[in-house]
């Protein structure tokens, strides 16, 4: 199997994992991975379950098939391309992008709220906290430019009314880091529950990142 056949596989295979692990339902969410040229994504408003490999779509980084590549009659690129397009341009370390609307890290987000440092682990998403990126209609320039500046030295961020959006290293670290997410998320609206949890120190949150990257645990330490 070529490399981007392989990539197909990988990226289906993805795809069903979000739903399976309750992350994803319907048509919404889409995944990217870089491939020669551009990235494969998945395509727009297909639900995982009706989508074969040869339905994800190989763009360039303006949206544009790529050369020698046959779309499926009624495939587009999703509506989101802009989003991952911009974020596999902007980060060379990056190979994998991945958007859910998961249910807990969506209702965070829908309050405009991220994650703070209120559990060691959010330090997997690269940094003290998950910000929540402002709002901006699907599919939208203004959507792709908030991610990218609520993505900055980060891996994962949240986006308002929306849901969350991952990268990784690989495609296996991105989804990883979604269900991180989404797991973090679900333990902060608990904690919630007996009012603001207490949170850690930026001190202590440097010494897990620490503790992480001499351990190469988790996403974060494999990435670095
Ligand atoms: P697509 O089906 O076009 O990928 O859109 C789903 C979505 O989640 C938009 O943010």
């Known amino acids: ?92 370390e990056i190979q994998a992008v991945v958007h859910c609307h998961s249910i807990h890290a969506t209702a965070l987000a829908c309050h405009g709220r991220g994650i703070p440092p209120f559990h060691y682990m959010v330090v997997q998403a690269g940094g003290p906290d998950i910000r929540c990126g402002g709002y901006a209609t699907f599919g939208s320039q203004a959507l792709s430019d908030l991610a990218g ?11 308002a009314h929306h849901g969350q959006v991952t990268l990784g290293a690989t495609l296996a670290q991105a989804l990883a880091l979604a269900i991180e997410v989404e797991t973090l998320a679900q333990m902060y609206l608990a904690a919630l529950q007996l009012g603001e949890p207490p949170l850690l120190s930026e001190a202590e949150m440097g010494r897990v990142a620490e503790q992480m990257r001499l351990r190469h645990y988790g996403a974060l330490g494999a990435a670095g």
């Open 1 to 92: 199997m070529n490399t981007e056949d392989q990539a197909r596989q990988d990226l289906l295979a993805a795809t069903r994992r979000l739903s399976s692990a309750g992350l994803n339902s319907g048509t919404a969410g889409n995944l990217s991975v870089r491939i020669e040229g551009g990235l494969l994504i998945t395509p727009s408003s297909v639900p995982p379950e009706q989508m074969g490999p040869e339905d994800l779509v190989a763009i360039d980084h303006q949206g544009q098939p790529l050369a020698g590549r046959a779309t499926v009659p009624g495939r587009s690129p999703s509506s989101e391309w802009r989003l991952h397009a911009d974020l596999l341009g902007q980060r060379p």
């Open 149 to 159: 500046q609520a993505l900055e030295h980060r891996q994962a961020c949240l986006l």
